[in-house]
T-cell receptor, first 113, second 117 residues
Framework: KAGVTQTPRYLIKTRGQQVTLSCSPI?????VSWYQQTPGQGLQFLFE???????NKGNFPGRFSGRQFSNSRSEMNVSTLELGDSALYLC????????????FGPGTRLTVT | AQSVTQLDSQVPVFEEAPVELRCNYS??????LFWYVQYPNQGLQLLLK??????LVESINGFEAEFNKSQTSFHLRKPSVHISDTAEYFC???????????????FGQGTILTVHP
């Protein structure tokens, strides 16, 4: 079974721009969670989607948003990029409403200049 | 709210030596516990999990962890490490509850394990 895939793997953007990251979960997984990983803050939960509904959200500003499609693929969007948004963004999928183990993709490395 | 503390940020060991990576958690409700490993420039790989049942859980590559409810710990151990075990290890917890626990793993700050020849 194919693992979680994320595209693109690397992105360079300029402050003020917006960016969209994509995540395809493992086949049959309906829960998708997003995390931000930085050297200073570590791994922080952004949000979780299940059956196209956001069920949980972390403590991030409204510039961070996401959505999930009927095929469980998910996207996250960051508007008005700031230098501090430079990070590795990880997507993870899970079978049962995100309560059990999550399987991670390789991440998207976003650099904001 | 739950929290996870990994007590060592870096652990250097020699090849074939035993190792223990320590993890303590704090939560007012029951939890599920995980260890993940991250190699450079890669995502996280699930190493092992505790959901219920036996408090000692094992991975296919020789790691084991023991859930200790009274000490709120989930330490990771391996009796003999290899060079290839060099990586960053993350302990994570999710609540055995609904609502704000959905899809949310809370991670420790990570422990960098470096295995020297």
């Amino acid at each position: 079974k194919a693992g979680v895939t994320q595209t693109p793997r690397y992105l360079i953007k300029t402050r003020g721009q917006q960016v969209t990251l994509s995540c395809s979960p493992i086949s049959g997984h309906r829960s998708v969670s997003w995390y931000q990983q930085t050297p200073g803050q570590g791994l922080q939960f952004l949000f979780e989607y299940f059956s196209e509904t956001q069920r949980n959200k972390g403590n991030f500003p409204g510039r961070f948003s996401g959505r999930q499609f009927s095929n469980s693929r998910s996207e996250m969007n960051v508007s008005t990029l700031e230098l501090g948004d430079s990070a590795l963004y990880l997507c993870a999928s899970s079978t049962a409403a995100g309560r059990y183990e999550q399987y991670f993709g390789p991440g998207t490395r976003l650099t904001v200049t | 709210a739950q929290s996870v503390t990994q007590l060592d940020s870096q652990v250097p060991v020699f090849e074939e030596a035993p190792v223990e990576l320590r993890c303590n958690y704090s939560s007012s409700v029951s939890v599920y516990l995980f260890w993940y490993v991250q190699y450079p420039n890669q995502g996280l790989q699930l190493l092992l999990k505790y959901l219920s049942g036996s408090t000692l859980v094992e991975s296919i590559n020789g790691f084991e962890a023991e859930f200790n409810k009274s000490q709120t710990s989930f330490h990771l151990r391996k009796p003999s490490v290899h060079i290839s075990d060099t990586a960053e290890y993350f302990c994570a917890v999710t609540l055995n509850a609904g609502g704000t626990s959905y899809g949310k793993l809370t991670f420790g700050q990570g422990t960098i394990l470096t295995v020297h020849p």
